[in-house]
């Protein structure tokens, strides 16, 4: 079965570091560029940041850039986000999405792991 | 970044009835080499990931019903629902994927009135 499943949210404090994961099954993950997509509680959809399949490229959006990275390891079919210096409003589910092949729209989520920042 | 804007916020449609959302870009996503939109539909039913409906602005995702299409050029697109289901009540996203930098719109909340 083709899916993502993401893990590594919780509760961290202002300021804190925490690592999220997503590891993909059922893919040729290193062909695809992955992404991640936050959602604030009851808000709308917000894309994260993005790699290309092999990793070379990246790119953020401005909210997150410069205390966020994304990296990932296609041998361990897996996709990382480290977040650094979080604020209270970085409160979300973060989901990792792929790329489809056809466009570049997002044809696979995983299921989110919840991240609260606070004190 | 290219702003996405939809419209309305929510909508209450009876079953069986025509639901339209519409969104518009701050700048086109028509890119003029392959006249394509890049522009993307999602369906967001609660405590679940987005789906991912149409792509393209007007190709429908395999296994999407064919009630769902979409349409529009440049900055404005709708999504229509031609005969709303019980199923379809949902929260509804556009997005560009024109700039490296994606956004989608503010969302649609889909009801049954």
């Known amino acids: 079965e083709v899916q993502l499943l993401e893990s590594g949210g919780g509760l961290v404090q202002p300021g804190g570091s925490l690592r999220l994961s997503c590891a993909a099954s059922g893919l040729s993950f290193s062909s695809y560029a992955m992404n991640w997509v936050r959602q604030a509680p009851g808000k709308g959809l917000e894309w994260v940041s993005v790699?290309?399949?092999?990793?070379?490229?990246?790119y953020y959006a401005d909210s997150v850039k410069g205390r966020f990275t994304i990296s990932r390891d296609n041998s361990k079919n897996t996709l990382y986000l480290q977040m650094n210096s979080l604020r209270a409003e970085d409160t979300a589910v973060y989901y990792c999405?792929?790329?489809?092949?056809?466009?570049?729209?997002?044809?696979?989520w995983g299921q989110g792991t919840v991240v609260t920042v606070s004190s | 970044d290219i702003v996405m804007t939809q419209s309305p916020d929510s909508l209450a449609v009876s079953l069986g009835e025509r639901a339209t959302i519409n969104c518009k870009s701050s700048?086109?996503?028509?890119?003029?080499?392959?006249?394509?939109?890049?522009l993307a539909w999602y369906q967001q039913k609660p405590g679940q990931p987005p789906k991912l409906l149409i792509y393209w602005a007007s190709t429908r995702e395999s296994g999407v019903p064919g009630r769902f299409s979409g349409s529009g050029s440049g900055t404005d697109f709708t999504l229509t629902i031609s005969s709303l289901q019980a199923e379809d009540v949902a929260v509804y996203y556009c997005q560009q994927y024109y700039s490296t930098l994606l956004t989608f719109g503010g969302g649609t909340k889909v009801e049954i009135k």
């Open positions: 999405a792929k790329r489809s092949t056809w466009s570049d729209a997002f044809d696979l």
């Open positions: 790699m290309s399949g092999g990793g070379s490229n990246s």
């Open positions: 700048q086109s996503v028509l890119y003029s080499s392959n006249n394509k939109n890049y």
